[in-house]
């Protein structure tokens, strides 16, 4: 790589900077605001909070299931009890008790 002389007047070259410098300035305050509401300024930033709301949902997610679960064990018990009914008299017993030996 060469170096190649600048043909630009020196202040042009320093307002060109200045500008450079300003523009800098600019979006570095607000990447700093950014990272203020992302990680939080002495609060909770949006990086904690959204991880606690997919906590929350993973949390409610597992609680439906163990309830649909839960539900779906009672239906196929009422199901196995109206077709398969459980003996009501002594008699009954006696004969389930014979065929089982």
């Given at each position: 790589?060469?170096?190649?002389?600048?043909?630009?007047?020196?202040?042009?070259?320093?307002?060109?900077?200045?500008?450079?410098?300003?523009?800098?300035?600019?979006?570095?305050?607000?990447?700093?605001?950014?990272?203020?509401?992302?990680?939080?300024?002495?609060?909770?930033?949006?990086?904690?909070?959204?991880?606690?709301?997919?906590q929350?949902?993973?949390?409610?997610?597992?609680?439906?299931?163990?309830?649909?679960?839960?539900?779906?064990?009672?239906?196929?018990?009422?199901?196995?009890?109206?077709?398969?009914?459980?003996?009501?008299?002594?008699?009954?017993v006696?004969?389930?008790?014979?065929?089982?030996?």
């Amino acid at each position: 790589m060469t170096q190649e002389k600048c043909n630009h007047p020196l202040p042009e070259c320093i307002e060109n900077f200045a500008e450079i410098k300003a523009q800098l300035e600019t979006l570095l305050e607000k990447t700093g605001d950014i990272q203020k509401v992302l990680r939080g300024n002495g609060r909770e930033g949006l990086i904690i909070r959204t991880d606690r709301l997919e906590q929350t949902h993973n949390r409610s997610v597992w609680i439906s299931r163990v309830l649909l679960g839960a539900v779906l064990l009672l239906v196929v018990n009422q199901i196995w009890l109206k077709v398969f009914p459980l003996p009501t008299s002594i008699e009954g017993v006696q004969a389930v008790q014979v065929k089982t030996k």
